[in-house]
């Protein structure tokens, strides 16, 4: 696990978000090894939308790397304090799934999409107006209108072969741990075979953030959402939360990108986003 401080690039004069390795001089070789792997995938990673690093070093035996300051919350953190109608929920995730789709177009997986790890950033490009006009929009602008979701934390991304039907074998550890948050993981990635993952591993996880933000809570909660017969209950739940809401445009894409088999996913994220409810 990394712990991020707010830090100052000397010689650039900005401010930087500065990650290390939270067990400090004590991290195993794995740790470091994985830290350097999730700092040079997200080096290779050049999109608006995913938080971009600058600089990767050691110092006294502290690893770490510098990325965008994202003076902004995680999507979990304001869906918490402020709705999302189902339009505006669409319009974030078609924009984080186009952002995905770039990643995959360089052969990197993220495997852990959730809406923590979806930072909400002021955009800086919109034009500015004048105080008469702030004023009139603002009673009708909600808290999302001006932000723009920045994609970050690739500690558990994973290299595959951009080839149709192409996978990346694994989302467990040789110890046999599952790497990746249940509540968004799909059933390939939390299984115990070492089921195979793919862009349709990004798909399920992106219905899971699609299904929070309308709904206000993750679709799976618990300790084994993979199990079968918890799972059927809960899946049981998830439908009836989603029929009893105000959401049902979403819930065809939701259920279609959370389907159970992988093969029935839509793995091109490119087709998905143009077919976004609400957008």
């Known amino acids: 696990m990394g712990v991020v401080y707010k830090a100052r690039q000397v010689r650039l004069n900005r401010l930087v978000a500065l990650k290390m ?54 999507l979990a953190a304001l869906t918490r304090e402020h709705p999302l109608t189902p339009t505006k929920a669409a319009e974030i ?12 177009q360089k052969g990197e997986l993220h495997r852990d999409l959730k809406p923590a790890n979806i930072l909400m950033q002021e955009n800086k490009t919109q034009i500015t107006q004048t105080n008469a006009e702030q004023n009139l929009r603002e ?10 979701p920045r994609i970050t934390d690739f500690g558990l991304a994973k290299q595959f072969h ?24 799909p059933p390939e990635q939390a299984s115990a075979d070492r089921g195979a993952v793919g862009p349709a591993t990004a798909v399920y996880s992106l ?6 933000l309308v709904t206000g809570r993750p679709p799976f909660q618990g300790p084994t959402p993979h199990d079968k017969r918890y799972t059927q209950r809960q899946w049981l739940r998830m439908w009836n939360s989603l029929a009893m809401g105000t959401v049902a445009p979403s819930s065809f894409a939701i ?25």
């Open 21 to 74: 390795i939270l067990a400090g001089q004590l991290a195993s070789a794995t740790d470091v090894q994985r830290f350097y792997a999730e700092a040079q995938t997200a080096a290779n990673l050049q999109h608006p939308n995913i938080v971009a690093i600058h600089e990767v070093g050691e110092h006294k035996g502290q690893h770490y790397f510098s990325m965008d300051l994202v003076e902004g919350k995680s």
């Open 93 to 104: 995730v078609k924009t984080v799934a186009e952002a995905i789709h770039y990643a995959h």
């Open 139 to 148: 009673s009708a602008k909600s808290a999302f209108d001006s932000l723009v």
């Open 162 to 185: 951009d080839e149709p039907g192409a996978l990346a074998t694994g989302g467990l550890t040789a110890t046999g741990a599952v790497l990746g948050t249940p509540s968004y993981m």
């Open 207 to 212: 219905g899971a953030v699609l299904y929070e």
């Open 255 to 279: 259920a279609r990108a959370m389907s159970w088999s992988f093969m029935s996913r839509d793995g091109s994220l490119s087709a998905r986003t143009a077919r976004m409810p609400g957008c």
